[in-house]
């Protein structure tokens, strides 16, 4: 009677064990965090890319992690259009399917900037100057054939790259494009690309945009192509900072100035240089060391914690992110200004590992 009981009771207990268990998920540990979906309701978080970064450990750091790309030298007036019958589409190319294969948007830079322009542009046959008329015949043509040919594939375009000097009076940069053509030159870049695809957002792009007399400038020229009703969308912020500025009241009325013209905002080459930020290329000194301390960690940390902050609070206003370039492994930072000092300035380390920096922004 005994040996019944207890075998009825073991059955008993077996029996509320399998029911128990039945109801016990398995616990799957939660995927780290992505740039992508941690923005995803926000804006795009796009990082520029090279060809070499397309395959391998880069290319898959990419995909998991960005939602757009861009070009980081590929669409630009030299590399793409060498000569002037010859145009090089074999890069910029292989950047705008790898986007298309793997769901990203794709940022077009840059279609007129006085860097990286090739010597034909402004000459003839003969060496002379061209005049106003020829140069804005190529102007218009290059920019044509470019936006053509990517009508669809690029969502966006900076349109016209640095034409604002950082020092003196002046409102616009001494470029051969204003020599020859004057303020019309940014204008016309406009309309030539809306008119090439006028779906595509269209935006003027810069640096230093923090810094009061330059930000000026920059404001008052686009409340001129506002006000002349050119096919402006937007202004891009380059965002080559570092550790040590700008600060959260810079950012903030920076965004809010340029809103207020109608404008979206975008942060177009975001990198945190770990030294002090320099914008002129000079020789190397003394004093200059290759280091990446922890302090500069903490530092590093707590700026783009702050900066992505400021983002968030300006949802609507702010809708692209991009970061120049993948991670610390290749940054054009690494020779510049400082020639032979390495620098370490984004999300991702050497071996594409995330920093300390990078959970303080898609944490919050």
């Not at 016209?160 to 004057?182: C, H, M, W």
Request: net charge positive; hydrophobic share 35%.
């Amino acid at each position: 009677m005994k040996t019944v009981k207890r075998t009825v009771s073991l059955a008993a207990t077996l029996c509320s064990l399998i029911l128990i268990s039945a109801q016990i998920k398995p616990v799957v540990p939660a995927a780290d965090p992505t740039l992508r979906d941690a923005y995803k309701n926000y804006f795009p978080v796009g990082v520029a890319v090279a060809p070499r970064n397309l395959t391998g450990p880069e290319a898959e750091l990419i995909i998991r992690q960005f939602s757009s790309v861009t070009p980081e030298n590929a669409m630009k007036m030299g590399p793409i259009h060498p000569q002037e019958n010859k145009y090089f589409w074999q890069d910029a190319d292989a950047i705008v399917d790898f986007a298309g294969k793997n769901g990203l948007k794709v940022r077009g830079h840059t279609l007129c900037w006085h860097n990286q322009t090739p010597g034909w542009f402004f000459t003839d046959s003969l060496g002379s100057q061209v005049s106003r008329e020829v140069l804005l015949g190529r102007l218009k043509r290059h920019i044509t054939d470019v936006v053509s040919r990517y009508k669809g594939k690029v969502y966006a375009w900076d349109v016209v790259n640095e034409a604002v000097p950082d020092t003196g009076t002046d409102t616009y940069r001494q470029s051969k494009f204003y020599s020859i053509l004057g303020e019309e030159y940014i204008e016309k870049a406009f309309e030539y690309a809306h008119a090439a695809d006028p779906n595509a957002v269209l935006f003027y792009n810069d640096y230093n945009t923090e810094n009061p007399a330059k930000q000026d400038k920059i404001y008052q020229l686009l409340k001129k192509l506002k006000e002349k009703k050119v096919p402006i969308n937007g202004v891009g912020l380059q965002g080559h900072w570092s550790i040590y500025e700008p600060t959260a009241k810079e950012v903030d009325n920076s965004i809010n100035r340029f809103a207020s013209l109608g404008l979206v905002v975008q942060i177009t080459e975001l990198d945190l240089s770990v030294y002090p930020k320099e914008h002129v290329r000079r020789q190397r000194r003394d004093t200059d060391k290759s280091e990446f301390t922890l302090d500069m960690t903490d530092k590093q940390a707590a700026q783009y914690k702050m900066l992505f902050e400021q983002f968030r609070k300006h949802k609507g206003k702010v809708t692209g992110v991009t970061f120049w370039n993948v991670s610390d492994k290749s940054t054009w930072l690494d020779n510049f200004p400082v020639p032979g000092r390495k620098d370490h300035p984004l999300l991702f380390d050497q071996n594409y590992q995330p920093k300390k920096a990078f959970w303080g922004v898609v944490n919050y």
